[in-house]
């Protein structure tokens, strides 16, 4: 046999059981990936960092930002909702990690005025804290163009 022809008729092999792209004889699932924001949120105790003043010693403290120990992000990703798309399927696209901070609550004082301005201070984790599937849409018939030369 040809070598070409042997070539041919593998991928043409390969086509047919590859998994997850309907063969002819399958039915287009017609649904496409739905977009899902990133978000951030904590995790664990979350107190508020007082604005205060310190008077011989003794802090007196109100309002100013919250915090907590962690502050997790879970990135952009796609799922499969099951939104409807002619001709199209969702896939698996591999794993996204999840990152967290490890914050703190930090008071700066105004020299000489006793003031005590709060912030919440975070500084990148010691890694990655877990993992959001991502999937991604994919036609069910992919399309074969003919180039022509001329």
């Given at each position: 046999m040809?070598?070409s ?5 593998g991928?043409?092999l ?14 287009c699932?017609?649904?496409r990936?739905s ?5 951030t949120y ?5 107190v508020?960092c ?10 007196i403290?109100?309002?100013?930002p919250?915090c907590?120990?962690r ?14 798309n ?11 990690p999840?990152?967290f901070?490890?914050?703190h609550c930090?008071r ?5 005025t006793g ?10 984790g010691?890694g ?8 991604m ?5 992919p399309?074969?163009?003919?180039t022509?030369r001329?």
């Open positions: 040809n070598g022809v042997l070539l041919g008729r991928l043409l390969l086509a047919a059981i590859s998994p997850g792209v309907p063969s002819s004889g399958q039915q699932p017609d649904v990936a977009q899902v924001d990133a978000r904590w995790t664990g105790t979350v508020r007082g604005v205060g003043i310190r008077f011989f010693g003794i802090t403290g109100f309002g100013g919250e907590a120990p502050r997790v992000t879970e990135p952009a990703h796609q799922t499969c909702l099951g939104e409807p002619r001709g199209t399927m969702c896939l698996p696209a591999g794993p996204l999840v990152t901070e490890t914050c930090s700066a004082t105004v020299l000489g003031l005590l301005f709060p912030d919440c201070e975070c500084e990148t010691a990655d804290i877990g993992h959001v599937e991502d999937f849409t994919v036609p069910c018939e399309k074969i163009e003919a022509v001329e």
